[in-house]
């Protein structure tokens, strides 16, 4: 595929859903939209790994400010569990780790599901970007150092086998919170089988609220560009925001934000601290907080 850049667009501001492609970093995944589009900002929600695929979410201008605002949403994922052996790294980059000769029967499997629902600790995979006294758990991993990671609470709202694909291989779909790494969840639901196993394919189908019905191929993006018409791809910035409550401004208050400055809330039953959306005529102008009587401005995009 060409990296060819088309068309130059640094005033774009919103997001842009890639369906990322197997064995490419999400950093490079960027890199490649970035000089497609000509833009000087541009960052993205929830890495992938690059044995990954599925939905990437890529904020541009304006729209990398609600970033952090798209992190404690929701993820789902379909992945595949190869039984039989597991790997350094939890997935089929590694090398082989332990084998066993159990292979569990689709029965044996949906036993244990229960085990890995609601909220549950989860030791995450000793090859991943968590820093341990400052530096990357899989830099450390790499030299072949110990890495010690501790548990930590993660929820996993659904987990559902659906099928089995070949004799040692079965394929699942979870929809889990932040910090949830799937290589791990497949690690320990081979473990409890009795068996070993590592994710042998991953693929994100949503992303906060950005699902994979939003996503783009990289290929379909290159060819917009190139006919000049990719703006009809970008979502607006307040897709992002959609659990975040909306309020309306008057013309007067609109010119206060549109300076940064505050003025006084005739909102109700708001709570002090917490984030809401500022709109005029349905256009997000700000992201606002309340103090005492005030409303303050927090992040404004005008």
């Known amino acids: 595929m060409s990296e060819k850049k088309a068309l130059p667009s640094s005033d774009i501001n919103g997001w842009l859903i890639l369906d990322k492609p197997y064995q490419m970093s999400s950093a490079r995944a960027v890199a490649i939209v970035k000089r497609l589009l000509g833009v000087s900002k541009i960052g993205h929600a929830g890495t992938l790994d690059p044995l990954a695929t599925g939905v990437l979410p890529l904020a541009i201008g304006k729209a990398t400010r609600t970033i952090a ?10 992945f595949e569990i190869t039984f039989g ?32 629902q609601g909220k549950i600790k989860q030791r995450p995979p000793i090859f991943s970007a968590l820093k341990v006294e400052g530096k990357r758990a899989y830099d450390l991993a790499r030299k072949g150092k110990e890495v010690d990671l501790l548990s ?28 949830t790494y799937v290589r791990a969840l497949a690690r320990d639901i081979a473990e409890k089988v009795g068996s070993k196993g590592f994710v042998s394919a991953l693929r994100r189908t949503k992303c906060h609220t950005f699902s994979i019905q939003d996503a783009i191929l990289l290929e379909f993006l290159e060819q917009k560009v190139h006919n000049n018409n990719c703006l009809d791809l970008i979502l607006p910035v307040r ?16 010119n206060e934000l549109s300076f940064g400055r ?3 809330s005739r909102f109700q039953n708001l709570e002090e601290g917490k984030v809401y959306q500022a709109t005029f005529n349905g256009q997000l102008i700000a992201l606002v907080t309340q103090k005492e009587d005030m409303i303050l401005p927090y992040k404004v995009f005008i």
């Open 69 to 78: 605002f798209t992190m404690d949403g929701q993820k789902e994922y379909e």
């Open 152 to 179: 930590r609470e993660i929820e996993i709202f659904d987990l559902t086998l659906l099928a089995q694909t070949e004799t040692n291989k079965f394929s699942f779909k979870t929809t889990c919170s932040k910090g």
């Open 262 to 264: 505050a003025f006084p």
């Open 239 to 254: 897709t992002a925001l959609t659990d975040i409550l909306e309020l309306a401004l008057t013309e007067t208050e609109l």
């Open 85 to 116: 052996q597991s790997r350094t790294t939890d997935d089929l980059e590694g090398d082989v780790l332990e084998e066993s000769s159990f292979l569990p029967t689709k029965e044996d499997i949906e036993k244990v599901l229960p085990f890995f």
